[in-house]
């Protein structure tokens, strides 16, 4: 049976009005969506910003106390942000990336205690460094592999090391930097107890882990 003209108009201005109809509630979910993501954007800046300032007030009170400072941090582009703040504090550093050509100025400045802040790639200066003039060490971020941070944190701990070395790691609560702190600390419990003689260790271990165990 074929539509009249009415009908047809009709069937068609029906079809348009649930098109506009879903339209809008995807625009409405979409914005949602949007908003939520911009809300989580500027509470991770702020979270971070605070970070930041909380380095900043810690900085020149160490200085002021005569301290010998190693900062790492697993991203350069921290390290950057972290420059701008010390240039506008009147702070003194050194600084070792990846893209640092002679690694000794550096070392030798901060060594013969012309400087009181080493900035620090963690990959980059991680291993290879004696650096026995400090006596705080600080970890701006978490890194997974929790080796690497206590092998860089023995840069300070060096044959020839006479101070008390503090060591500090910052920890943003509520974010990724706290989960990856507990499955540092997990796993580093994990091995304490590996290490215990007269123990069957591995016999209770879960597989979840044993698998914790050879993730990098």
Do not use: C
């Not at 101070?163 to 796993?187: A, H, R, S």
């Amino acid at each position: 049976k074929w539509f009249t003209n009415m009908q047809f108009l009709q069937l068609f201005l029906h079809v348009i009005h649930v098109l506009l109809v879903l339209l809008l509630v995807l625009k409405a979910l979409v914005a949602s969506v949007v908003l939520n993501l911009v809300k989580a954007a500027s509470a991770q800046r702020a979270k971070e910003r605070a970070k930041l300032d909380l380095l900043m007030t810690m900085l020149p009170e160490q200085v002021d106390e005569g301290r010998r400072i190693l900062l790492f941090s697993q991203f350069t582009s921290m390290l950057a942000l972290i420059e701008v703040e010390l240039k506008r504090a009147g702070l003194d550093y050194v600084i070792l990336t990846g893209d640092t050509v002679d690694r000794e100025v550096p070392v030798r400045r901060f060594q013969a205690g012309e400087v009181p802040i080493f900035l620090i790639s963690l990959k980059a200066g991680g291993v290879g460094l004696n650096l026995t003039a400090a006596d705080v060490v600080i970890h701006y971020d978490p890194w997974w592999n929790v080796a690497a941070q206590d092998q860089a944190t023995d840069r300070a701990y060096r044959l020839g090391q006479r101070n008390n070395v503090q060591v500090f790691k910052l920890i943003m609560k509520g974010t990724v930097e706290e989960k990856i702190y507990e499955l540092q600390d997990k796993k580093k419990s994990l091995i304490d107890q590996m290490i215990q003689p007269g123990e069957n260790f591995l016999a209770k271990l879960t597989d979840e882990e044993i698998r914790a165990l050879f993730q990098g």
